[in-house]
């Protein structure tokens, strides 16, 4: 009993203490390492840098940014989450090309970045950031005019140039089967989230990005129809042109006070060839909702945080025979009282009789249905125009009219 009461963390052993050290925050992490060497040392193993996470901690310097680099990231690094200096009121750039060609050399297995605040106007192209990178989100960001342009590599002097194209061996021989090479972009999936700076020449750029499956818009209001349409795929002679290996595109607007309202879903109506997966939110989702038909290789689609009515859903569902999931999210459907009531009679009298009813309800009970169903008519005539499609309900409410 005296053993137990004088035990104390030294006792165990180095896994339990890297699980302990894992559930604390980077900040927390690198004062712990200022205990004793040996915690230093548990500090610094490469299964704590895995995710990092520099968001929540608020001044972060370029200084700093150099000192974890330095001592902390290494090759077990994937995940990297960092704030700028955007809205702070030192301002001014928070990544050097310098510390991002450190970056890729010491972080060969780097899969996402993430981007909060940060302006990245000082940077000449995204072809600075770690080649191993599949997915890039910007949240907030200022872009430059051509960042997105893939431009010949520029020359490097000869530490640089040895430790880049190590960097670059050690990714290739990692990555997964089927990444690009060192020629182009391997990027994957870009997420834009209110980024004022981005524009049609910025989507138009993205044409040329060879690994390109996923593009996720919102709030980002310069783009117009006209872009989104001359960035749609399609063929031109021999050869197909625009955003032609975009499998999921998403467009989003939240209509915050004074942002305009550009309606650039309405670009979808150019045809989109190969596109499998479209999400609407916000005022995309009715333009995009007129379009949609023209999409004839669409399989899922999704609406969110919209209001909708029972006919505008089934006259652009009406044309889409090849969906295989049709999902709806934090929706409002606006539904007449005299529907209401129809289904009311319909529940009371009809539970035994029709199709429409074996399927609405399969087996259960009618108040788990109308947790699931908020528009019980609404499935019933979405399953017999799209009998091979799955209906998904999410947070969605009813507002009842009483015409």
């Keep these: 009993m005296e053993d137990l009461k004088t035990c104390t963390l030294d006792y165990f052993p180095e896994n339990i203490l890297i699980d302990i050290l894992s559930y604390l925050s980077v900040r927390e992490l690198v004062r712990s390492g200022r205990v004793c060497k040996r915690w230093k040392r548990l500090v610094k193993d490469q299964r704590l840098w895995r995710a990092v996470d520099l968001t929540a901690w608020k001044g972060v310097t370029s200084r700093m940014l150099w000192v974890l680099l330095r001592q902390y990231l290494g090759c077990g690094l994937r995940c990297l989450r960092l704030r700028g200096l955007l809205l702070s009121a030192r301002g001014g750039a928070f990544l050097s090309e310098s510390w991002l060609k450190a ?46 342009t893939q431009n010949p590599p520029c020359e490097l002097d000869g530490s640089e140039k040895a430790s880049t194209a190590h960097a670059q061996q050690r990714g290739r021989a990692e990555t997964r089967k089927g990444s690009a090479s060192t020629s182009g972009i391997a990027i994957e999936t870009i997420v834009l989230d209110n980024v004022p700076s981005f524009t049609d020449q910025h989507l138009q750029s993205l044409a040329s990005w060879e690994k390109l499956s996923r593009l996720e818009l919102r709030d980002v209001l310069r783009v117009t129809a006209a872009g989104l349409r001359g960035s749609a795929a399609r063929e031109t002679g021999s050869t197909v042109e625009g955003l032609y290996r975009l499998k999921y595109l998403e467009i989003g607007n939240s209509g915050r006070p004074g942002s305009q ?17 479209l999400s609407l939110g916000g005022r995309e989702v009715g333009p995009g909702l007129l379009c949609a038909s023209r999409l004839k290789d669409l399989q899922r689609l999704r609406l969110r945080g919209c209001r909708l009515s029972e006919m505008q859903v ?41 199709e429409g009813a074996g399927v609405d309800r399969g087996g259960e009970n009618p108040d788990k249905l109308d947790e699931n169903d908020p528009v019980p008519s609404l499935r019933r005539s979405l399953v017999a125009l799209l009998p091979r499609c799955a209906l998904v309900f999410t947070n969605c409410t009813v507002t009842i009219n009483s015409d």
């Design 103 to 148: 970056l890729s050399a010491r972080c060969p297995r780097l899969r996402r970045l993430s981007l909060l605040h940060a302006d990245l106007r000082g940077l000449r192209s995204c072809q600075l950031l770690p080649p191993t990178l599949q997915i890039l989100e910007l949240r907030g960001c200022e872009l430059p005019q051509g960042f997105f």
């Design 261 to 277: 309202m550009q309606m650039a879903s309405l670009g979808l109506g150019a045809g989109w060839r190969g596109l499998e997966e």
């Design 314 to 354: 089934l006259r652009s569902c009406r044309t889409l025979k090849e969906l295989r999931r049709l999902e709806f999210c934090e929706v409002f459907f606006q539904a007449r009282q005299r529907t209401e009531e129809g289904e009311g009679e319909r529940e009371e009298g009809g539970e035994e009789g029709g």
